[in-house]
């Protein structure tokens, strides 16, 4: 028997079985569309959580007071020395550095009319807009003689904007930021995380030294709440970090051995500590597909013992006629194969369906790759192979004599 001769005989005794056929096809089925959805799933996860960080910044340092969260508090509350503007301005000659700005925030109360809402302010200076890559959707940021007048003015985001000033041009309106009017002059543009867990679109932007005139209370730049930095392109951040250390330990006179009064936050090891927990969540989900699949090439193998059992005779007198023992066993071994890989191909279109409802959701977009897919379909041959090749080599191993007096 030739190869197309081998198909056809496996597609007939499909077709003699086909709810047997069926039934031995849905636990591949299920466990294809298993591996596929669920490794689509934890691949489009990693594009979402690489998004995600990306926005952030992955060359962006942060720089806090306090070697931990309660030293943190205790420097905003004056009890240990802060960091300061003199801080910035000596990180910004750093030559790993692009630059570096101190900033100040706060939660305060806005109004605009019968809105109102709590929101985080920062009070920043103009170059925090070039070191977070904050782009301007409408108007303009403020500039140094902004600062130097404290003026009242604010920038805020998208969704600020909206809620506010709804279908109006938000620039010359006036928030309240604590009953002190700021007057907007700029929109940012996007969306997206930010370190402290807000987004972009919901910042508002006022100059460091109105905060501190009109809202925090605190003298700045003398004293700042974080630091950012963004890190040259090319050059290692751990560099930069080390850099930013050696800096602020002289700075402030610390002694050898002593812990730092001030912590980097570095963006790229949370990029590289989220990949990492993302691919293990991934190779998770891969698992526990390849489980359903192991099940199901369990149940083939059953099926195809009783196929073996039930067929004794036809076994038997194809011998008689001058079949080869390997010709039974690739008889066999064709139908276990083509079992996997039709139930592989439904599979694989149940999966699609899964990943288009999942994306039609509008939470997150799940799409199926090429790779996984070959992957899949691979795998359920293999399957296929790897759990008829017993049914098919006892198949091939009996006797002619004994099949045909088989009853």
């Known amino acids: 028997m030739n190869f197309i001769q081998i198909l056809v005989e496996s597609f007939r005794s499909m077709a003699a079985n086909r709810l047997r056929t069926a039934l031995t096809m849905l636990g591949i089925v299920i466990g294809i569309a298993s591996v596929v959805l669920l490794l689509a799933i934890g691949d489009s996860m990693q594009r979402f959580i690489g998004k995600e960080l990306q926005a952030l910044g992955t060359n962006m340092l942060y720089v806090f007071p306090g070697g931990d969260r309660t030293t943190e508090r205790r420097a905003r509350a004056g009890a240990i020395q802060s960091i300061t ?44 807009f070039k070191i977070r890559n904050w782009k301007l959707d409408q108007g303009d940021s403020f500039s140094e003689a902004d600062m130097r007048a404290s003026a009242r003015m604010v920038v805020i985001g998208q969704k600020v904007a909206d809620q506010f000033f709804y279908r109006t041009d938000p620039l010359g309106r006036t928030i309240r930021i604590e009953n002190v009017a700021f007057t907007v002059i700029g929109v940012l543009a996007g969306e997206g995380k930010q370190i402290d867990g807000g987004n972009i679109a919901d910042m508002v932007l006022v100059p460091g030294t109105a905060a501190s005139a009109h809202l925090i209370r605190t003298p700045f730049p003398q004293n700042a709440h974080y630091i950012a930095a963004q890190g040259k392109p090319g050059l290692s951040l751990d560099e930069a970090v080390e850099d930013i250390k050696e800096t602020l330990r002289v700075r402030h006179r610390i002694r050898p051995g002593d812990p730092d009064d001030f912590r980097v936050e570095n963006i790229a090891s949370f990029a590289e500590t989220a990949n990492k927990i993302s691919a293990g969540v991934a190779l998770l989900l891969g698992l526990i597909g390849a489980i359903s699949l192991l099940v199901g090439g369990i149940g083939i193998m059953n099926i195809m013992l009783v196929s073996v059992t039930e067929r004794t005779r036809e076994i038997g007198i194809r011998m008689a006629i001058g079949a080869r023992p390997g010709h039974i066993l690739m008889q066999f071994l064709a139908e276990s194969v083509v079992i996997c890989i039709a139930g592989g191909l439904v599979g694989v279109a149940i999966a699609a369906l899964g990943a288009a409802a999942i994306t039609s959701t509008g939470q997150f977009d799940v799409f199926l790759s090429l790779q996984g897919v070959v992957v899949a379909c691979g795998f359920s041959t293999a399957v296929g192979m790897f759990f008829g090749f017993y049914p098919a080599r006892r198949a091939s191993r009996l006797l002619p004599v004994d099949c045909l007096r088989y009853e």
Not at 85 to 101: F, K, Y
Not at 104 to 113: D, E, I, R, V, W
């Open 85 to 128: 503007m003199s801080d910035a301005e000596a990180l910004n000659r750093l030559p790993s550095l692009v630059g570096a700005a101190p900033a100040l925030q706060g939660s305060f109360k806005l109004t605009s009319g019968n809105e109102t809402a709590n929101s985080t302010v920062h009070g920043v200076t103009p170059a925090m």
